[in-house]
């Protein structure tokens, strides 16, 4: 088929750089709707995509849950059925009266159906909750606050928020929250119940990303502050007075002020502070230090492999290190003593533990299996796992998951397949990767890998530079001028899998979302030769243009600025938009987006995919799927997940060879 319909160019051209389709920016809407419907019906009528679709929906109707947050004498849990779009808050007294159901406190589905629970807080008396919602994915946040004992909803609402949770001050009447103002930081701003939100007056006014973190005793508030995506942080800290029952924030100490490292809190301790840094330490360590004196000394050193997170628990810490990209957890107890856990999990949704409580909460998950729960008892170091929810409909392939290594360039990454398969000769395999902002890209769940492997396919999770699988030199070995690293490490794994015979260039697909988007875009401009088909979804692919829209510019840490000129010459050198070339067999490439993305607006996905149609000279599609009413990722409803991924697994099934029926 052809690679897609003729797409109008214009003749603007910024800087010295053509850019014919910058119209798309502003005025894309029918060209989007003709794209998307050619992209539906040709998905629609692949053979795989019948069983593909069936099989996502089967994975999204099962149960699953997260992982019980215990808040002031409540447990608290999002969790679904299978039956319902989006997640509902449950709560109880106790764990095991919520692992038994709990009660409904907040349903989302009862509300329009656009709306989803992205976070909650409680109050310290456990009076209250404030729960935010997303819109349609949309990331500004809307906060409604109920009475927990009852469920009743007070009529109190603050729009636009910003990133995270609100904090709540000891008072239990007031919380502060971060006000989106369309920068890349926002407004620290203090909100009291009852009081409208137009009188919440501003504690911080900042272009910093802000997280905050009450002390356990409530009298000092730590703010972690740092420049867009940059890894280095500032630590401030604000005193916290209430009298009268109003809380009140004091001037800040600013206790680290130059933002040399990355510094997070973890809690105080007597009359300490303790921290993670990465100061003098790539792999992260654990230090200690006073308001009075900042100089640091060591709690726990570094050790051979990278600290992922630090938290409070009983008298001493908790750990997360990552053992060649596999979680590792440590108990470190005030006394001295040390215990290691062994986990089963390849990876670590999220924990829940704190510095008066014994019990510790644990998610764990696989490849092929969503957060299953597992508890510790901080002194003893017990470990024990909850009961597994039933799966009436879609069981999960037995897999084996092995760690390879290419030759050259050391780059190591998971070979996952099923049990049972012969791999005497080469397979369709999907090839994911990321490789950047720090983050560690390990063998955990997504809704779509039981399914590609159930098929019979092969997965491969690449571990590249710029991610944060093995601490600070690793990360930076991927980001500013030294990007180009990331794609050659790319490069390296998909050449190692067809020299070592797992699959072929005929069988060999490749995705990424967002960060991992632009990734594919980069291989598709760089070796088109080694793949059948590319999927890449919400990517940045316009190098020069990236900042100038929402968040954008909060990349630039990572990225480069297009407005440095030593910058913008290495950003134009691997920007997927400006190195298509006319006349190039490009793979199958299915780009997907959404409508209401606000991270990595639709627009690169736009422009990319009318330049490649254009630019191709192969036979194989280039395809734009667009969905609607859906953000960057997260507040997707079920029947969104299940499309999307259906979408993606039968294009690359079926560009690879993959019969799935046969499987």
Known sequence: MEAGPPTRRASLVG??????????????????????????????????????TRTMRAILASPRTGVPQYRAGWYLVLRNDGSQQHDVLHAARSLRELLDGGRVVVDPNAMDGSQSVDNFSVSADGRYLTYGTLTDGNPRLRYRTIELSTGAELDDVVADGKYSAVTWLPDNTSYLYLHDTDTIGGRLRLHRLGTPQSADPVVLETTSVVELKLSHDGGQLMAQLNESTDQRKRLWVYPVRTANGTSTLGEPVRLIDQAVANTRFVRISGDRLVLWTDLDAPRGRIVTCTLDDPAFTDLVPQGPHPLTAVHAAGDGVLTVALVDVQPQLQIHRADGTRTTLQLTGSAITAIDCASDREEILVGLSSTTTPTELALIHYSSGELSRTAREDRDGFVPPDITVLRRKTVDREVPYFLISRQDLDHDQPRPTLLYGYGGFNSSQLADYRPGWPAWLAAGGVLVIANLRGGGEF?????????????????????????????????????????????????????????????????????????????????????IPEIGSPEDPEQARYLLAYSPLHNLRDGTAYPATLVQTSDHDEIVVPLHSYKFTATMQRAQAADEPVLLRVQRRVGHGPGRASAAIATEWADRLAFAAHHTGLDPRQS
């Open 471 to 555: 601490g600070a030199e690793w990360h930076d070995a991927g980001r500013l001028d030294r990007k180009q690293n990331t794609f050659d490490d790319c490069i390296a794994v998909a050449e190692h899998l067809q020299e070592t015979g797992v699959t072929t260039r005929s069988q060999l697909a490749i995705h990424g979302h967002s960060g991992g988007g632009l990734l594919v875009g980069a291989m598709l401009t760089q070796r088109p030769d080694l793949f059948a088909a590319a999927l890449p979804s919400a990517g940045v692919m316009d190098m020069l243009r990236f900042h100038l829209f929402t968040i954008g510019r909060a990349w």
């Open 15 to 52: 800087m010295t750089i053509a850019d014919p389709h910058r119209w798309l920016e502003t005025d894309a809407e029918d060209w989007v709707r003709e794209q998307d419907d050619r992209s539906s019906k040709y998905l629609t009528e692949l053979p795989e995509h019948s069983w593909f």
